[in-house]
């Protein structure tokens, strides 16, 4: 039986690019380059990185092109395909008890739904993969291809408790992996989503212990609490974290920086800024937090947003313009919001900015993040409200790229619910404070 021909459909082509001048055109087909076909990104990357090099082009009308090509060594070539992957994603077979995802109700839109657990995104979009959908073929792929840093959830180091957490019996033989890795030099970085009575407290100290062996090549592990909504009949009973389970986790973890700092120069694990908040304790300093590894995960973002807002602020005169706005966030960030208002108003006195805490009632009360806020929760508790000239909203509640957020509402349906103009304010500390001050 003949082979069925491999191709990536071309969606487009930068202008002034490589691909332009060779006259390659949207919905032509890429079928080899340097002879060789093409599983994914990686491979196109790695194929087409090359100073001189050949691609094989299919037309519309079944003609095919075989270019030759000079070029500077990692030139691009200009070409652009419909999934930034080039391929499917890997779906995740696990059943995780914590597994946020399995808490959603139901109604939302279907992408919401998909699990991933590719390991290629990990190294494209810093996403956390468990290793346990991981082929022999992929770790064959990230060893030749050096993809580093590969990011990984681990959750727990004890192979029988991992079984049951991840709900696969292949769980705890996936974290093998982490020996082949450490061999090979990858960089990883680790998450632990701490679930309380189970890999927690003793089993903590094992995994913070187990994980500090692949030291330097693993090099960050940060410790988050388990996400509960209130959608959770049918699944594993989980009870959330107190405000004396924050302080105690907190000292754990403090323990073993200070062992780990004295032993291997780096404090290695980090306990997520949640955990810090719900216990009402001071965020610590920029430099316990080394190089900011796990920012995406929630660690280290509050001190890096308040010193980037002194830092700023440090640079300004101030003056007397007068500006009333109303900023909202989730209920975990209200009060840090509301210091950075508090200096910000230090120069500039005649600015008046309300925060509201947002109370998420769409996925529950226990859900206090910014970035699981929907656009319902958001006009229920405005509407009415004085607002002001505006109304400024964390760019967590979007989707990259879009002004969507989970449920669907987009910015201008919330604009015209509450009759205001809605400001997305970025990240950085500069961001949040031009954008208080108008600039």
């Not at 003609?63 to 419909?82: A, T, V």
């Not at 770790?139 to 681990?154: A, G």
């Not at 990883?188 to 913070?208: F, S």
């Not at 966030?329 to 910000?344: D, H, M, S, W, Y």
Request: overall charge negative; proline content about 3%; hydrophobic content about 35%.
């Amino acid at each position: 039986m003949k082979k069925e021909k491999s191709y990536h459909i071309i969606t487009g082509v930068s202008k002034g690019s490589i691909a332009e001048e060779l006259g390659i055109e949207a919905g032509d087909k890429l079928l080899l380059a340097g002879g060789k076909e093409i599983k994914d990104v990686f491979d196109y990357h790695y194929l087409t990185n090359e100073e001189h090099l050949t691609v094989l082009i299919e037309k519309p009308d079944g003609e095919e092109w075989e270019l030759e090509i000079e070029k500077e060594y990692e030139e691009d070539l200009g070409l652009l395909f419909e999934e930034g992957l080039m391929d499917e994603y890997h779906s995740c077979r696990n059943k995780c008890m914590f597994c946020f995802i399995d808490q959603m109700p139901p109604g939302m839109r279907e992408t919401l739904y998909f699990k991933d657990d590719d390991a290629r995104l990990s190294f494209l979009q810093g996403n956390y993969v468990t290793m346990t959908n991981m082929s022999d073929e992929d770790v064959e792929r990230i060893l030749f291809y050096k993809l580093s840093p590969i990011n990984i959830s681990v959750h727990t180091t004890n192979p029988e408790l991992r079984c049951k957490m991840l709900n696969n019996r292949f769980a705890g033989q996936a974290l093998e992996k982490l020996q082949r890795f450490k061999n090979a030099g990858i960089e990883m970085n680790g998450q632990i989503v701490l679930c309380k009575g189970y890999n927690d407290k003793e089993e903590l100290d094992r995994t913070i212990s187990d994980l500090s062996a692949y030291l330097p090549c693993m090099k960050s592990v940060s410790v988050v609490p388990v996400g509960l909504t209130k959608y959770r009949e049918g699944l594993t009973h989980l009870s959330k974290f107190t405000k004396e389970d924050a302080l105690e986790v907190i000292t754990q973890i403090e323990g073993w920086q200070k062992k780990l700092f004295a032993e291997k120069k780096t404090r290695f694990v980090y306990a997520s800024d949640e955990w810090y908040l719900t216990a009402e304790l001071p965020i610590p300093s920029a430099s316990s937090y080394e190089s900011y590894r796990q920012l995406e995960n929630g660690v280290g973002m509050v001190r890096l947003l308040s010193d980037e807002v002194d830092e700023y602020l440090n640079t300004k005169q101030g003056d007397e313009r007068k500006r009333n706005i109303t900023l909202a966030t989730g209920v975990l960030a209200a009060p840090i919001i509301e210091e950075q208002i508090r200096k910000i108003q230090k120069k500039y006195p005649n600015i008046k900015a309300e925060v509201v805490p947002i109370v998420n009632y769409f996925f529950g009360e226990d859900i206090t993040v910014a970035g699981l806020l929907t656009g319902q929760d958001i006009v229920a508790q405005l509407k009415g409200k004085e607002l002001g000239e505006a109304l400024l909203l964390p760019v967590a509640l979007f989707r990259s790229g879009e002004d969507v957020l989970l449920d669907d509402m987009t910015l201008s349906d919330m604009e015209k619910a509450l009759q205001t103009k809605i400001h997305i304010v970025q990240s950085e500390g500069k961001f949040l404070v031009d954008t208080v001050i108008k600039k």
